[in-house]
């Protein structure tokens, strides 16, 4: 026979993985996750850049200046100036690294955690830097053993 409250009514169980504790609350009783996810935890760092009275623009000022600088890179690129766009593009994707690793707070800039965030960025701001560097006519950078490995991988 179940056992009833202080309030003489049986405790109810909400769902399939819980069970009521002594007080005849539900709780639960395995480690698995709920079928249904009701929020999610904001990554580490993912607060306010800034007080919550300032304005919006202001809370998220590191989110914002990686974005504007990257849609000038774009503008830059769209206007026929390739290399010098794009070396933008990484450069913002680089500051948005730094940003990660220095402030404890940067606001949507934070998607995941901290290394994840920092490795992201900081990998594809460089890739995106790099090539825009070698890219052909001209390259400021010459990687020597590039030209060797595509030579060796393209002939027949």
Do not use: C, N
Not at 129 to 155: G, R, S, V, Y
């Amino acid at each position: 026979m179940p056992a009833e409250d202080a309030h003489g009514t049986e405790p109810t169980v909400r769902d399939a993985i819980s069970a009521p504790d002594a007080e005849g609350r539900p709780r639960r009783v395995t480690r698995r996750f709920p079928l249904f996810t009701k929020d999610t935890a904001r990554p580490e760092g993912g607060g306010r850049a800034a007080a919550g009275d300032a304005p919006a623009p202001a809370r998220q000022w590191p989110m914002l200046l990686v974005l504007s600088t990257v849609a000038l890179g774009l503008l830059l690129t769209a206007l026929d100036l390739f290399r010098l766009g794009t070396l933008l593009i990484g450069g913002a994707l680089l500051a948005g690294a730094v940003l990660r690793w220095v402030l404890p707070s940067v606001g949507m800039l934070a998607v995941r955690s901290r290394f994840t965030d920092i490795a992201t960025y900081g990998v594809l701001g460089l890739v995106i830097a790099l090539l825009a560097m070698t890219a052909q006519p001209k390259p400021w950078l010459e990687i020597p053993f590039l030209k060797d490995t595509l030579h060796f991988t393209l002939t027949k």
